[in-house]
């Protein structure tokens, strides 16, 4: 599936719900699942800068796609929701177009604010890690 | 003590505590951040640019005349808020960290050399940090930092061993933003000139809970930001001993701060005006009188009392929620609830109470020093002002179990 076409199933997922709360509540559970990496990646080189929690993030290139490998500190449920979000809708695709994807399911599912706001959201700099990871393997593969 | 207050014709005088967030009606407990305006100080605001808006101290037509007035009014009343003895001893900054910087700057690079040594406290916000370090850099000065105990409490008898002939300078918060801890301030500057060092007090939270008295006090330098006392943004003083400032050389240059130019020389203006280079903040500073007049009217006793009935409410009622911990326990404090939850990280309390219209403030609020002091990496901070209720507070402990149900 392309991006959009995972981002508009998520959306379409969270618009079962109406009160924001829950939708939060779904991000959290979203997080709950998110399948454990291996501690090795849970270093500073990892780690996400900007975060007010702890969040780490690697990246896998294979057969002209990257696979995102992320975790967040185990009190951090929110973020980890989050990074459990973008890697469903990003690991696997191809890195240019990871690099210009357009996400606009945050605002969707209540957390456009997060990403505008410097300060008090690691999303923002979840999504320029990831895009990161996607503008240096496209620039890799010409 | 009992308050004589209306609370809701007050809350009927802040036109934002009427807006709606996520749907519910706003619950403001970030007033440590800054507080809302009361209508009074918005139509100050607008009323300058509507009717009087001008230069001030250059032109000499009607306008330009009231509104020069209108500034140095509030001058006046700014001299009367911290009883300082002279109405030039107020400087209008940008703010608490602009003050700072300016003493920092224009005291610190003139008096102080290398070897002297500069005081500070463990809970000083970053603004009463940073600069002094860009001093101690630039001059070779040594910064001290006075301990505090797990109820976050300043130790003073560990004060009094840092203090030596060497010492030249000492800045403290005079109220902790992110404990809420009222510090001994009369007590430690009394100590501090008995070894000849100058005292400079971050005012920035204690303005608008307390009663101050700079020449009570006998403080050196009193930074404050009227953002915080209910006025606008982007404006505060400094209080400055006149001897001192007058010994002190201006800061930034430019107009307004100069008596003649020529290109060989410049002579500087008289203070306060020395300090004041270009034009000012004149909407807000003007506006600033409203804000006083408003907190006066209300009367700081009143507020005072008023305000310590709900930390005393909250702390009970935050004392049910399990893994709760309050961080900040001193015996004086002002009305500042900072707490922790165990394995709950703070910024999904931030955002969890945010969607049910519940602004706290969350992080290390400006004080990492003091975060690493307590071993944490931040704190859920609710701070109460005038307008504030216990009903919103119970909105507040409703809104902490679901939290804690949401994440469990
Ligand atoms: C204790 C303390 N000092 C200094 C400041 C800085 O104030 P301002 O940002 O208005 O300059 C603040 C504001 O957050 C504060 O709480």
Redesign the pocket.
């Known amino acids: 599936m392309t991006i959009n076409e995972i981002q508009d199933e998520l959306i379409s997922d969270f618009e079962l719900f109406d009160e924001q709360l829950d939708k939060t509540q779904y991000i959290i559970d979203l997080g709950k699942k998110l399948p454990p990496i291996d501690e090795k990646y849970k270093t500073d080189e990892y780690l996400i800068h900007g975060c007010q929690s702890k969040v780490w993030l690697a990246a896998e290139f294979r057969d002209g796609r990257l696979y995102f490998l992320g975790d967040g500190e185990p009190t951090a449920q929110i973020a980890k929701g989050l990074i459990s979000i973008l890697i469903k809708i990003l690991s696997g695709q191809k890195p240019e177009d990871i690099a210009n994807a357009d996400l606009y399911i945050m605002e969707r599912v209540g957390m456009g604010a997060l990403v505008t706001s410097r300060r008090s959201g690691g999303l923002a700099a979840m999504i320029q890690k990831m895009k990161g990871f996607g503008t240096v393997y496209s620039q890799l593969e010409v | 003590m009992s308050h004589s207050l209306d609370i809701q014709a007050i809350r009927n005088d802040f036109p934002i505590l009427n807006e709606l967030v996520n749907g519910k009606p706003l619950v403001y407990f970030d007033n440590?951040?800054?507080t809302q305006k009361p209508r009074l100080v918005l139509d100050a605001l607008s009323g300058y640019y509507e009717h009087y808006n001008a230069n001030i101290h250059r032109g000499i037509h009607f306008l330009a005349e009231k509104a020069t007035s209108a500034f140095e009014q509030s001058r006046h009343r700014l001299q009367a808020f911290l009883n300082a003895a002279h109405a030039e001893e107020i400087i209008f900054t940008?703010?608490?960290?602009?003050?700072?910087n300016l003493v920092a700057s224009s005291y610190g690079r003139t008096f102080l050399k290398a070897g002297d040594e500069i005081i500070i406290s463990t809970m000083?916000?970053?603004?009463?940090i940073v600069p002094w370090q860009m001093l101690c850099e630039e001059k070779g000065c040594v910064l001290k930092v006075i301990p505090i105990n797990d109820e976050g409490e300043i130790l003073m008898d560990e004060y009094e061993k840092l203090l030596t002939e060497r010492t030249k300078f000492v800045s403290v918060?005079?109220?902790?933003?992110?404990l809420g801890t009222i510090n001994p301030v009369k007590e430690i500057i009394a100590k501090a000139h008995a070894v000849g060092a100058k005292v400079l007090l971050?005012?920035?939270?204690a303005s608008s809970h307390l009663t101050i008295d700079v020449q009570d006090l006998d403080c050196d330098f009193y930074?404050l930001?009227l953002?915080?006392i209910y006025g606008p943004?982007g404006m505060?003083i400094l209080y400055g001993k006149r001897d001192l400032l007058n010994a002190m050389p201006p800061y930034r240059g430019g107009g307004e701060m100069i008596k003649e130019v020529t290109f060989e020389k410049t002579t500087y203006n008289e203070l306060p005006y020395k300090f004041e280079a270009g034009t000012p903040n004149i909407a807000d500073v003007v506006a600033a009188k409203f804000a006083l007049d408003y907190v006066d009217t209300l009367g700081k006793p009143n507020i005072a009392a008023y305000e310590n009935e709900l930390l005393k409410y909250a702390t009970e009622a935050v004392s049910e929620i399990p893994g709760l911990k309050i961080i900040g326990r001193a015996k004086e404090k002002v009305s500042v609830l900072s707490f922790v939850i165990d394995g709950i990280h703070h910024q999904d309390i931030g955002v969890l109470l945010d969607q049910q219209g519940i602004a706290v403030r969350t992080g290390h609020?400006?004080?990492q020093p003091l975060m690493n002091r307590f071993n944490i990496t931040g704190t859920s901070r609710a701070s109460f002002a005038v307008y504030n209720t216990t009903e919103e507070i119970d909105k507040l402990i409703v809104g902490l179990h679901k939290v804690q149900k949401m994440l469990g």
């Open positions: 440590a951040a800054t940008y703010g608490t960290t602009d003050g700072i000083e916000h970053h603004s009463n918060v005079h109220v902790s933003n992110s971050d005012g920035a939270q930074s930001s953002h915080k943004t505060g609020h400006c004080t």
